[in-house]
T-cell receptor
């Protein structure tokens, strides 16, 4: 019973392509996040969605477009991939509503390599 | 602006020793603090979460403390084992529905 799952685990693609990463959580959480871990292993928030609504959007290029079809899913679409997009992308979820403590649970990550 | 610092960046200790990992944050107004473990090429595993009203949390051989006023947290690992080798990340959440702000981690290596 995977709590937070991501697909694919690895993604290798050419510069200029468009790709998507999918994330699903079965924890009943109301908030989902995308984080990027760069080559220096530093983790930084990109987006968060609460009940399908965007609540955090850090300074991320608009080539990155998150989409949340429902509370359990948060997908990340990337247009016109660039070399600098190569990183590991982590999805996370938490319960931030009434009674929640915002303990974040992370998926296994998607390692994106842009050639 | 909240910043999270972890010292040291890397640590090697012989198996069986007790050890302490340090985390400091610049803004004491936090909602909670979480310690994570990341194994090479893997995702993050939540180890302990301390809410702002708490001073410590324990799980097995791990004990995390929080001193909000001084902006510090420590992760104590008792009787270290080779399987404890990993990167340990400290992260603070400024508000209830807020993002996590991570430190850069301490890479721990337990020598058999």
């Amino acid at each position: 019973d995977t709590a937070v799952s991501q697909t694919p685990k690895y993604l290798v693609t050419q510069m200029g392509n468009d790709k998507s990463i999918k994330c699903e959580q079965n924890l009943g959480h109301d908030t989902m996040y995308w984080y990027k871990q760069d080559s220096k292993k530093f983790l930084k928030i990109m987006f968060s969605y609460n009940n399908k609504e965007l609540i955090i959007n850090e300074t991320v290029p608009n080539r990155f477009s998150p989409k949340s079809p429902d509370k359990a899913h948060l997908n990340l679409h990337i247009n016109s991939l660039e070399l600098g997009d190569s990183a590991v992308y982590f999805c996370a979820s938490s319960h931030t509503g009434r009674g929640g403590v915002n303990e974040q649970f992370f998926g296994p990550g998607t390692r994106l390599t842009v050639l | 602006k909240q910043e999270v610092t972890q010292i040291p960046a890397a640590l090697s200790v012989p198996e069986g020793e007790n050890l302490v990992l340090n985390c400091s944050f610049t803004d004491s107004a936090i909602y909670n603090l979480q310690w994570f473990r990341q194994d090479p090429g893997k995702g993050l595993t939540s180890l302990l979460l301390i809410q702002s009203s708490q001073r410590e949390q324990t799980s097995g051989r791990l004990n995390a403390s929080l001193d909000k006023s001084s902006g510090r947290s420590t992760l104590y690992i008792a009787a270290s084992q080779p399987g404890d080798s990993a990167t340990y990340l400290c992260a603070v959440t400024p508000g209830r529905d807020d993002k996590i702000i991570f430190g850069k981690g301490t890479r721990l290596h337990i020598l058999p």
